[in-house]
């Protein structure tokens, strides 16, 4: 079974960037989907971004667009996300996730019921 485990989230001030990492237990990872959902205290987890197999293909919630950056390597067993200009509304735990489907129409993105693999999920908090 993949395993998924996320590292590089922290204490940031406002303004400030990060960069999330999510390294996979072996090399199917690049045959999947990565998206990544964040959960905010006392909230329900929400998808902030995709990216597909190949790398081709990335979508982004209008909440995340233009300040994260979701990418890939193969090679690496690894998915990533950069993200810029944080605001304290992305204070949550950050979770990536591996959806075993070669396309879903974009309203489907972003539904945690799409994906089947997650990792632990990791703190980040944007407060100055």
């Known amino acids: 079974q993949l395993q998924l485990v996320e590292s590089g989230g922290g204490l940031v001030q406002p303004g400030g960037s990060l960069r999330l990492s999510c390294t996979a237990s072996?090399?199917?990872?690049?045959?999947?989907?990565i998206g990544w959902f964040r959960q905010a205290p006392g909230k329900e987890r929400e998808g902030s971004t995709v990216?597909?197999?190949?790398?081709?293909?990335?979508d982004y919630d209008d909440s995340v667009r233009g300040r994260f950056t979701i990418s890939r390597d193969n090679a690496a067993n690894a998915g990533y996300l950069q993200m810029n200009s944080l605001k304290p509304e992305d204070t949550g735990i950050y979770f990536c996730?591996?959806?075993?489907?070669?396309?879903?129409?974009?309203?489907?993105?972003?539904?945690?019921?799409?994906?089947?693999?997650w990792g632990q999920g990791i703190q980040v908090t944007v407060s100055s």
């Open positions: 996730a591996v959806g075993v489907w070669t396309y879903l129409p974009h309203q489907q993105l972003f539904r945690p019921g799409e994906y089947h693999y």
């Open positions: 072996d090399s199917t990872l690049q045959y999947y989907a």
């Open positions: 990216i597909s197999a190949s790398g081709g293909r990335t």
